[in-house]
């Protein structure tokens, strides 16, 4: 059976308003077709900030108009950056879409001590992934912002991934904390900390999800690779989300799944005041919606709707 997940997003949130949407130098023609797309579908209204000379350039070669956009002049990317966060922070923008920038200078500047966007949570990005060999929603995290995560950061990845999916209308996710074995080796530092975040989650400290590790990939998505192992759990073979020990592994893993098992994906950052939508040029126009589609359900749910 194959997920439909992307579409599911854009469903739930179709009944919902649009929302405001600052979208930091959009200035090549595929990240600022998404911000029009994702416009014309009634799920953001879009601020444009970026050297507005570029914007108009860019715009005119790819045949998309900026009639009735609302456009910020900026200098540069990082002025760009600077002024979306602002409007975030000022509450002018309900949450911010990456453009054609590097992810680092779009979050140096949201995180910066004095943009007014960090909350107690650590920052984290959740891929959503609709994979045609598995018949549900599959959510990784973190593949994007944490390169190597300590044991307090993994608590927070993991709280914030089943706070998005419980936003999603997900009950009790089901939470596989990968490593490459199932057994805990203290010479592996991914299954201590598999292991300490199920402890974590028995005493309240991580709440809303169901928890299993460590768990090797193959267990967490198949129930008969769980079975053949004796491994009795809750989670294997049916998990939601996918925790990942470092970046290089939660890249690698959903670039894999893309690229080798023809998943799409979104992806949106949590941890701020306001979501973050990260886009990159491979996204097609559907990944580009499902993103602003879970962008506004979160704002949705911030907003108490």
């Known amino acids: 059976m194959v997920s439909d997940a992307l579409n599911l997003l854009l469903d739930l949130a179709r009944d919902l308003p649009p929302i405001s949407m600052a979208v930091v130098h959009p200035c090549d023609a595929e990240s600022l077709r998404g911000a029009l797309d994702a416009q014309a579908r009634g799920l953001i209204k879009p601020i444009l900030v970026a050297p507005k000379a570029k914007l108009i ?66 920052v984290s990005h959740v891929f959503a992934m609709e994979i045609p060999a598995y018949p549900k929603p599959l959510f990784i995290t973190d593949a994007a912002v944490n390169i190597e995560p300590g044991l307090l950061e993994k608590r927070d990845i993991v709280q914030n991934a089943i706070d998005l999916l419980l936003t999603l209308g997900i009950s009790q996710p089901k939470v596989a904390i990968l490593a490459a074995v199932e057994t805990v080796n203290p010479t592996m530092r991914a299954t201590l900390d598999a292991a300490s975040l199920c402890k974590m989650a028995d005493r309240g400290q991580i709440s809303g999800g169901i928890l299993d590790g460590p768990l090797a990939f193959d267990n967490a998505i198949s129930a008969e690779a769980a079975r053949s192992k004796g491994i009795v759990s809750p989670v294997a073979g049916e998990a939601d989300i996918l925790v990942v020990p470092d970046l290089e592994a939660g890249n690698m893993l959903a670039k894999q799944l893309q690229y080798l098992a023809g998943a799409r994906a979104a992806g949106i950052v949590l941890g701020l005041k306001v979501p973050v939508v990260l886009t990159s040029r491979a996204d097609n126009a559907e990944s580009r919606m499902a993103s602003c589609a879970i ?6 749910k911030r907003a108490g709707a």
């Open 57 to 122: 350039a860019v715009a005119a070669e790819s045949g998309q108009s900026l009639d009735g956009i609302e456009c910020i002049d900026a200098p540069h990317s990082h002025a760009a950056a600077a002024i979306a966060v602002q409007l975030a922070y000022e509450g002018k923008a309900a949450s911010l879409m990456k453009g054609s920038l590097h992810t680092d200078e779009l979050l140096r500047a949201a995180l910066s001590s004095s943009s007014g966007l960090r909350t107690e949570r650590r």
């Open 295 to 300: 962008a506004k359900l979160l704002d949705a």
